[in-house]
C-alpha cells in the first residue's frame, strides 16, 4: 500500500521564502483575501481530503479501471464519491473569476491544490484537471452568453470539459484534422468526425461534459490555417443551463492503457452534434493555445507528482529493508544486516528523487506566478510580455518535468527491487502511471523542437537572453554585493550556474549557425538541448532555495534540519546531476550525420 503525506513544509518555503507569494499578491487588489492564514487552511484542509479521500483509491482505481458498455463509462468504485466531496468542497471554483462563481483566489495558489492531488491520484485529478483548460479557453475567447451558461457550471464543478484535437490520422499534425462544421443558419453547427485519446471524454461523474472541438468550416484554407474551434456538449442545454436531449456525441470505446487506467482515455464519434463557434472563423488553433500552455503546465506537473510519491515511498522503503552491510562498517550491529538506506548507490537514487521532486516543484511555482500575471495584465503590453515569459519555460517544464519524473519512478522500482516489480507495492504502477506524460499534449522530442526551432532560433533567442538575464543578474546580486552575508557560501553555487549561463547561449548561438547550413541539426539538437536547456534552469531555482534556506538558518528559526537539507541537496544536484550538461552539450553539437548516412531499407535486420 503506498503512502502519502503532503509536502506542506516545502510547498510553504516556496510560497513563503523562495518565491514571496504575498509580496507578488499585494500587486493585484483582486488577491487581497489570500492571506498567509487563509492560504494555510487551504493547504492543511486539501492536504487532508488527498491523504484520506484520494490515496486510497489510487492502487484500487487502477486495478479496476474504467468499464466501458454500450457507450456509458463508469470510473472505479469511490470516484464518483471522492468528485462530489471535491465539488462540494469548493476545490473546482477555488481560483476562478468570482464573476462566474469562482473564489477569486490566485492560479497559483490552485497550482499548489493540484499539485496534492495529483500526487495522491493522477488518475482521479485529471477529471477536474482537463475542465480548467477548457475554462480558460471559454474565459479568453467565449461570448458573455458562453461564459454565463458554460463557465458557471464547469466553475462550479457539476459540468466537465475537455480537449478535443487528436483524430485517428492526425496527433501532433493538426494540419490534418477532417472533422467538419456545417453551419445551420441560426448560429450553431453541426459537427461532424471522430477524435481520439480525449483525456476524460466520458465518465459517470457529472450530467454534462463540455467538449472544446477543433474542426473545419466548408471552404476553409487547407491545414492548420483553417480549423476553427467549437463548443459542444454532451447534453444539449438551453440558455438557463436545463439539461434536455442528448446530443450526437457518443463513446465509441476506451482505451485499454499501459498505465492511468482509472481515467477513461475516450474514442468519441460527432454526428451531426450541436455545437457553437468560439473565438474567429478559422483561428481554432490560436484559441486552443490557451488551453494547450494550460495543459502543458499541468502535464509538467505531473513529472513532479510522480517523483513525490516514488520518493516518499522509497525513502519509507529504504529505511526499512535489511539487506548486507555497510561497506565502512556495521551500522546497526543490533540486526541481522544493515537499511539499504547506508549503501551509496541507493542514497544517489534516493538523493536524484529529491532533487527532481523539490527542484521540479520550484519550477513549477516559479511559473505560477507568470500564470497569475498572465491572468491580472491590464494591458495588452504586459500580458504579451507575460506571455513570453510562460511561452519560453513551458516546453522545458513539459519535456524534462516529465522525463525526470518518469527515471525518479524507475529509481523507485530499482530501490524496491524485486518488490518493486509486484503490483500490491504500488511502485510498478507509479512507472507505468509516469510514462504517458513523455507523450500527451506534444512528446518530448515535439516540445524540443517548438523549444531550439521556434523560441530560440525563430524568435532569435530573445526569451532565452531575458531569462538569462534573469539568472545572471541573481548570480551578481548574491555573489558580488557585499550586503549578502552568505556570499562566500553561495559561491559553490553562482559561479557553476553562471558559466552554465552563459555556455548556454553561446551554444545556441552556434546551433542557429550551423542550422543555417543544414536543418536537420535543429531535429537532431534538439532533445538534447532542451534537456540542456532544463538542468540549468533546475540549477537556477536549487541556488535560489539555498539562498533562502542560508537567509533562515541566519535566524532562530525551527527545524533548522529542513533548511540543512535544503543546502545538501542543492550540493547534490550541482555536484552529481548539473554535469550531465557535459554530455548532453557534445551529444547536441555533433553532426546528425550519423542519424541520417544510413539508408532507411539497411535499418531493417531483415
Not at 276 to 283: A, M, Q, S, T
Not at 328 to 334: A, D, F, L, S, W
Not at 388 to 398: C, E, Q, S, V, Y
Not at 418 to 437: P, Y
Amino acid at each position: 500500500m503506498l503512502s502519502y503525506k503532503a509536502p506542506i513544509a516545502d510547498i510553504k518555503f516556496l510560497i513563503e521564502d523562495v518565491f514571496d507569494y504575498y509580496g507578488h499578491y499585494k500587486q493585484y487588489p483582486e488577491f487581497e483575501e489570500a492571506t498567509p492564514d487563509l492560504t494555510d487552511a487551504i493547504l492543511q484542509e486539501c492536504a487532508k481530503f488527498c491523504e484520506n479521500e484520494l490515496l486510497p483509491l489510487y492502487q484500487s482505481g487502477d486495478k479496476e479501471g474504467c468499464t466501458f458498455d454500450k457507450g456509458t463509462v463508469t470510473t472505479p468504485k469511490g470516484f464518483k464519491e471522492a468528485y462530489n466531496q471535491y465539488v462540494e468542497g469548493g476545490w473546482q471554483s477555488l481560483s476562478h473569476p468570482i464573476e462566474h462563481g469562482g473564489q477569486g483566489l490566485p492560479p497559483s495558489l490552485g497550482m499548489a491544490k493540484s499539485e496534492m492531488m495529483g500526487t495522491a491520484n493522477w488518475s482521479w485529478a485529471m477529471y477536474p484537471g482537463l475542465s480548467h483548460g477548457a475554462m480558460n479557453t471559454v474565459q479568453t475567447h467565449g461570448n458573455d452568453e458562453q461564459k454565463e451558461l458554460y463557465l458557471t457550471r464547469l466553475t462550479e464543478g457539476t459540468w466537465t470539459g475537455t480537449m478535443c484535437l487528436t483524430e485517428p490520422q492526425c496527433g501532433t499534425d493538426l494540419g490534418q484534422v477532417k472533422t467538419k462544421a456545417e453551419p445551420n443558419g441560426d448560429g450553431t453547427y453541426n459537427i461532424t468526425g471522430t477524435k481520439i485519446f480525449i483525456s476524460a471524454g466520458e465518465h459517470d461523474l457529472t450530467d454534462n461534459i463540455i467538449h472544446i472541438v477543433l474542426a473545419r468550416l466548408p471552404g476553409a484554407p487547407n491545414g492548420t490555417r483553417g480549423i476553427s474551434l467549437f463548443i459542444v456538449p454532451k447534453i444539449k442545454t438551453d440558455a438557463q443551463g436545463n439539461l434536455g436531449e442528448a446530443n450526437h456525441v457518443t463513446c465509441g470505446s476506451i482505451e485499454d492503457k499501459m498505465g492511468i487506467k482509472a481515467s477513461a482515455t475516450a474514442v468519441l464519434n460527432f454526428d451531426n452534434a450541436v455545437g457553437e463557434l468560439i473565438g474567429p472563423e478559422n483561428k481554432g488553433l490560436e484559441c486552443m493555445f490557451t488551453f494547450m500552455n494550460t495543459a502543458r503546465v499541468g502535464t509538467a506537473l505531473q513529472g513532479v507528482c510522480t517523483a513525490e510519491l516514488a520518493y516518499q515511498n522509497s525513502l519509507i522503503y529504504a529505511k526499512e529493508r535489511l539487506s548486507m552491510r555497510a561497506l565502512t562498517g556495521k551500522k546497526n550491529p543490533e540486526l541481522v544486516a544493515d537499511p539499504i538506506i547506508v549503501h551509496p548507490d541507493v542514497r544517489k537514487m534516493l538523493m536524484t528523487q529529491k532533487a527532481i521532486s523539490e527542484g521540479g516543484r520550484a519550477m513549477i511555482y516559479y511559473t505560477a506566478k507568470i500564470v497569475d500575471d498572465i491572468e491580472m495584465a491590464k494591458t495588452e503590453a504586459e500580458q504579451q510580455a507575460a506571455d513570453d515569459r510562460l511561452g519560453f519555460i513551458t516546453p522545458i517544464l513539459k519535456a524534462f518535468l516529465t522525463e525526470l519524473g518518469s527515471e525518479s519512478a524507475n529509481h523507485g522500482l530499482q530501490i524496491f527491487g524485486g518488490h518493486g516489480f509486484i503490483k500490491e507495492w504500488g511502485m510498478e504502477q507509479i512507472v507505468r502511471d509516469a510514462r504517458i506524460a513523455t507523450l500527451y499534449e506534444g512528446t518530448t522530442g515535439i516540445q524540443a523542437l517548438d523549444l531550439l526551432g521556434r523560441k530560440i532560433l525563430l524568435s532569435r533567442g530573445k526569451s532565452l537572453k531575458a531569462f538569462a538575464k534573469e539568472v545572471l543578474s541573481f548570480c551578481k546580486d548574491k555573489s558580488m554585493i557585499s550586503s549578502n552575508p552568505h556570499r562566500r557560501q553561495m559561491n559553490k553555487f553562482i559561479w557553476p550556474l553562471s558559466k552554465n549561463v552563459a555556455n548556454w547561449q553561446q551554444y545556441s548561438l552556434r546551433l542557429a549557425l550551423k542550422a543555417k547550413k543544414n536543418r536537420d541539426i535543429v531535429g537532431s539538437a534538439s532533445v538534447d538541448y532542451l534537456m540542456y536547456s532544463g538542468y540549468i534552469v533546475m540549477a537556477y531555482f536549487w541556488a535560489q532555495m539555498a539562498q533562502s534556506a542560508y537567509e533562515k538558518l541566519a535566524t532562530d528559526v525551527e527545524n533548522r534540519d529542513f533548511y540543512r537539507a535544503k543546502i545538501k541537496t542543492a550540493e547534490f544536484y550541482f555536484e552529481r546531476m548539473l554535469p550531465r550538461t557535459k554530455s548532453l552539450s557534445k551529444m547536441m553539437m555533433a553532426d546528425p550525420k550519423t542519424l541520417m548516412q544510413l539508408d532507411p531499407e539497411l535499418l531493417s535486420f531483415l
